[in-house]
């Protein structure tokens, strides 16, 4: 049974990187034809994916959070990290992991790690 947990500062101020780290159990982050995502949701507004590392260690991030994100992974931990610069409060969010299942186009996010939340305040 693969299971995702989050883990990182609840924590961060503004102008900040928020670092959160996805550590993966009962599966390996290297396996063929699984991607490995990060997601967020602000209080009160929907889910805003942000971005993925492949199971070969390409990376992907939404356009909006490009410029401000890096994703890496380690596998000799089956872990995989989200770097998020430049914080202000609106990126006050809770933060998942997820496994993506990935088949030609098609994506599913069909594992989700707990959540965790990450306040930016001063």
């Known amino acids: 049974q693969v299971q ?3 883990s990182g500062p609840g924590l961060v ?3 900040q990187t928020l670092s959160l780290t996805c550590t993966v159990s009962g599966g ?4 063929s034809y699984y991607a490995w995502s990060w ?3 602000p209080p009160g507004k929907g889910l805003e ?7 070969n260690g390409s990376t992907y991030s939404s356009p ?3 410029s401000r994100t890096s994703i890496s992974r380690d596998t000799s931990k089956n872990q ?3 770097q998020l610069s430049s914080v ?9 992991c997820a496994r993506v299942l990935v088949i030609i186009t098609y994506r599913y996010l069909e594992v989700w790690g707990q959540g965790t939340l990450v306040t930016v305040s001063s």
């Open 4 to 6: 995702l947990q989050e």
């Open 13 to 15: 101020k503004p102008s």
């Open 28 to 31: 390996s982050i290297t396996t």
């Open 39 to 41: 997601i967020r949701q």
């Open 49 to 55: 994916w942000m971005g993925v590392i492949t199971y």
């Open 64 to 66: 909006s959070l490009k």
């Open 80 to 82: 995989f990290s989200l």
């Open 88 to 96: 202000t409060p609106e990126d006050t969010a809770v933060y998942y």
